[in-house]
């Protein structure tokens, strides 16, 4: 099992940065780590994906704005959140998995992105 805890989360204006951090409590480079965000009432929204071997995907919503990366001697993943918009603001959460999904999906606790000026 992994567990994760996000931080970094906090309030920016638009147009600022952020930088969430994914740390696990093992070993990450077995697990693809995706982003996922959600707001009350919505469903939640994949954001982005790093997979072993550092290819990289994001949503449209967030190219050229975010960027994904990893430090697997820290076991750590971040998000690199520019040019902030206000309907950026969510609960972002982090997600290890690996296939077969139903036996590998891991998700931490969120933490809380508020864009507003």
């Known amino acids: 099992q992994v567990q994760l805890v996000e931080s970094g989360g906090g309030l920016a204006q638009p147009g600022g940065s952020l930088r969430l951090s994914c740390a696990a409590s093992?070993?990450?480079?077995?697990?693809?780590i995706s982003w996922h965000r959600q707001t009350p009432g919505k469903q939640r929204e994949w954001v982005a994906t790093?997979?072993?071997?550092?290819?990289?995907n994001y949503a449209d919503s967030v190219k050229g704005r975010f960027i994904i990366s990893s430090d697997n001697a820290k076991n750590t993943v971040y998000l690199q959140m520019n040019s902030l918009k206000p309907e950026d603001t969510a609960v972002y959460y982090c997600?290890?998995?690996?296939?077969?999904?139903?036996?590998?999906?891991?998700w931490g606790q969120g933490t809380q992105v508020t864009v507003s000026s």
């Open positions: 790093i997979r072993r071997g550092g290819n990289t």
């Open positions: 997600n290890a998995w690996a296939l077969p999904r139903s036996r590998n999906d891991y």
């Open positions: 093992g070993s990450i480079s077995t697990y693809a």
